[in-house]
């Protein structure tokens, strides 16, 4: 059975590669005030608030979990503090990777370019890209792209930059709302979902489903 082999492979970077650790970053923050319950809905609402600031016009990272982060505790109803937003997007380049990320990454890497386009700031991504341990051909960020995935225009431009169009890629990804859907509706054809438990399954938008990454280099028949 042929299999396509695509001119680049492109990736989400913050959930699919790297472990996002958002959660764990306000449960340290406000666990000791908030009861269980309200500290998961609190997970859910600033997950939904940092999406919901991404959708318009660009603004700096910080800014969307800041932002978030406020509308967040306002929401349920507890104090915030500058310093707190500051604080979970410090984070953020500490983060590493997911186990199973290195080892097949480095595996498709020998046969085909890897990508990288991700809500990120320029200067932000550097240190996880460099604990991914493979060797990615580029690296896109919001900021360069002026729009945060799921816009079209994040897209758009990793397309003008690699010099390519939405039939020369397969795009992964773990997430449908910021990646999958819209890669859909640009006519990227060629797509894999990472199903690490973020959302549920989606048949609609046709993808190959993979359950982590040590999986992906079967998709290409490496």
Known sequence: MSRF????VTFDCYGTLINFEMAEAARDLYGAILSEPAMIE????????RLDEILGAWKPYPEVVGNALARSCRRIGIPYKPADGEMVY???PTWGPHPDVPAGLAKVARDIPLVILSNAMTAQIPSNVARLGAPFH????????QAYKPRMRAFEYMFDMLGCGP???THC???????LMT??????????W?????????PYYGYTEIRDVSELPGVFGL
């Open 173 to 179: 990804s773990s997430s449908f709302r910021y990646d």
């Open 183 to 192: 890669a859909h509706d640009l006519g990227i054809k060629s797509k894999v």
């Open 138 to 145: 580029a690296v896109f960020t919001a900021e360069q792209a």
């Open 42 to 49: 609190f997970v859910n609402v600033f997950s939904a608030y």
């Open 5 to 8: 082999r695509p001119k680049y």
């Open 194 to 202: 990472v199903n690490r438990g973020h959302e549920p399954a989606n």
């Open 90 to 92: 410090q984070r953020v």
């Open 167 to 169: 039939e020369d890629i």
